[in-house]
Each structure stands twice: as C-alpha cells, then as structure tokens.
C-alpha cells in the first residue's frame, strides 16, 4: 500500500488574521493545546498569531474631520479633500501610496 503525501494547511482566504487570531486563542483554550496546531491548521504564520495589531490613537479624529470636510465640501474629491486634511495639519498617507495625488509610475 502506497504511502500518502502529508497534507498542508491552507490559509483560510475569507478569515482577516484578527478573527483567525481568535480561533487559535479559542482552540487553545478548549483543547488546552499549544499554539503550534491550530497555526498549522489554519496556515497561519505564529508570528502573526504572537504580533498585537496596533491601533492608530486619532485615527477616529481624523475619520471625524474627513467627514466634516466631505459634509461641508460635498464634491470635492479625494485629492483636493487630501489637500484639506494636509493643510490642517493631518498626514493623509503613511505607506507612501498616494492619497493626494503623489508620485506615479
């Protein structure tokens, strides 16, 4: 009798690593197992599991000023309401991907 592959895990596409943190926490609990197997079974890196997300502390101001400005100058669009929250003072972009129109190409 032939022996078979070993099967890997796949990662779950539809899960956001948040609630698959979850699951390996509540899988853990319930089967008083280690971190290892639930990762390995939903193909989730530990280090992933280990690393706390971190919340952006005026992320909810400015999500409140963008909605001001969006309120005030109904249509204007992204760049020039970019524009806006620069001029007051906000950052608008933090990866370097362009929300006011930066570099292209």
């Known amino acids: 009798m032939p022996l078979l592959p070993p099967l890997k895990a796949h990662r779950?596409?539809?899960l956001s690593?948040?609630?698959?943190?979850?699951?390996v926490e509540h899988v853990q609990t319930v089967l008083k197992i280690s971190e290892r197997r639930p990762c390995k079974a939903l193909g989730q890196h530990r280090s992933t599991q280990r690393k706390l997300p971190r919340g952006k502390g005026d992320e909810a101001a400015l999500?409140?000023?963008?909605?001001?400005?969006?309120?005030?100058?109904?249509?204007?669009g992204y760049r020039k309401v970019a524009a806006l929250l620069e001029a007051a003072g906000w950052l608008s972009t933090t990866?370097?991907?362009?929300?006011?129109g930066g570099r292209r190409g």
């Open 12 to 14: 779950i596409p539809h």
């Open 17 to 23: 690593p948040a609630r698959r943190r979850g699951f």
């Open 63 to 76: 999500v409140a000023e963008l909605i001001e400005l969006a309120r005030t100058y109904g249509r204007y």
């Open 95 to 100: 990866s370097g991907s362009s929300a006011s």
